[in-house]
């Protein structure tokens, strides 16, 4: 069963897909058309979950249920993931490549792929200071401090010099 984004509990559990590139605004409708009718219809072993979903910068899917409701199972989340699948499909876009990393950058979403962390590094693209979206939050209460975390604060950490991070 559908509920807002917002109202759903902090403790509700969080899945967040990144697309590999910037969806249009008619990628957008499609795509929220799709989550709205797939999150009213979602079960886990035939019982409703309470779920919600939000596309954040046109790029990043959060979908969340929460589970002191119905707690989300092995098949309820192949689920969504066969959903996200088809959607990245129809839209061509992929929400499954783990190869890249989007920073915040003057307003911007960029992302960058691993093999160029090192060298965009160098080139002074982004620093231990650019916020870097974190989609291993795995709580909606969680979003709030842990959405965009400093590069330097995160795996991330091993393309700085040791002085920029201890300093």
């Known amino acids: 069963m559908f509920v807002p984004f917002e109202s759903l509990a902090d403790h509700s559990r969080l899945w967040i897909y990144q697309s590999n590139k910037k969806l249009s605004a008619g990628e957008i409708d499609i795509l929220s058309d799709a989550l709205?009718?797939?999150?009213?219809?979602?079960?886990?072993?035939?019982?409703?979950?309470?779920?919600?979903?939000h596309i954040a910068h046109n790029r990043f899917v959060m979908l969340a249920a929460d589970?002191?409701?119905?707690?989300?199972?092995?098949?309820?989340?192949?689920?969504?993931?066969?959903?996200?699948?088809?959607?990245?499909?129809?839209?061509n876009a992929d929400f499954f490549?783990?190869?890249?990393?989007?920073?915040?950058?003057?307003?911007?979403?960029?992302?960058?792929?691993?093999?160029?962390?090192?060298?965009?590094?160098?080139?002074g693209?982004?620093?231990?200071?650019?916020?870097?979206?974190?989609?291993?939050?795995?709580?909606?209460?969680n979003l709030a401090a842990q959405w965009l975390t400093p590069a330097g604060a995160t795996w991330l950490k091993r393309y700085l010099p040791k002085e920029t991070i201890s300093g």
């Open 97 to 123: 490549d783990r190869t890249q990393v989007a920073f915040q950058l003057n307003d911007e979403v960029v992302a960058l792929p691993m093999a160029e962390l090192k060298s965009k590094y160098e080139a």
């Open 125 to 141: 693209l982004w620093t231990a200071k650019t916020p870097v979206f974190n989609t291993l939050v795995d709580t909606k209460g």
């Open 36 to 53: 709205r009718a797939f999150t009213e219809q979602w079960t886990v072993h035939g019982q409703p979950m309470k779920a919600s979903f």
């Open 67 to 91: 589970e002191g409701y119905n707690a989300a199972s092995g098949c309820s989340i192949d689920g969504s993931v066969r959903t996200l699948k088809a959607l990245g499909q129809e839209l």
